[in-house]
């Protein structure tokens, strides 16, 4: 089993800034990837980014690209999000996620891909 515990959400200006952060413990030598999902309220959940536990590629939703960017400590086991130039509609309750069996690129952004979920931490953008 792979616990994830997130961190780091809150209120925030549209334009501001926020870094959520993602520690993981337990079994976390079986993690292929770790993602971040977002749901808004009344909104299904979407792909965020994802970051390969080993190598380091990175994977990115076309909303965010250029404005967030996913990052890992491998010493840590924690993977952050860097969110910069936040937007009201980037409100939603953020969740980190985290696979046991290797996932082809294509599907890094279907949360049917992942195992575990953390609780979820809120962000909210102010205009």
């Known amino acids: 089993q792979v616990q994830l515990v997130e961190s780091g959400g809150g209120l925030v200006q549209a334009g501001g800034s926020l870094r959520l952060s993602c520690a993981a413990s337990?079994?976390?030598?079986?993690?292929?990837?770790m993602g971040w999902f977002r749901q808004a309220p009344g909104k299904e959940r979407e792909f965020v980014a994802a970051?390969?536990?080993?190598?380091?590629?990175?994977y990115y939703a076309d909303s965010v690209k250029g404005r967030f960017t996913i990052s890992r400590d491998n010493a840590k086991n924690t993977v952050y999000l860097q969110m910069n130039s936040l937007k009201p509609d980037d409100t939603a309750v953020y969740y980190c996620?985290?696979?046991?069996?290797?996932?082809?690129?294509?599907?890094?952004?279907?949360?049917?891909?992942?195992?575990?979920w953390g609780q979820g931490t809120q962000v909210t953008v102010s205009s």
């Open positions: 996620a985290a696979d046991r069996t290797p996932q082809a690129v294509g599907n890094l952004n279907r949360d049917s891909s992942y195992n575990y």
């Open positions: 970051i390969r536990w080993s190598g380091g590629s990175t």
């Open positions: 337990g079994r976390t030598f079986s993690i292929y990837t």
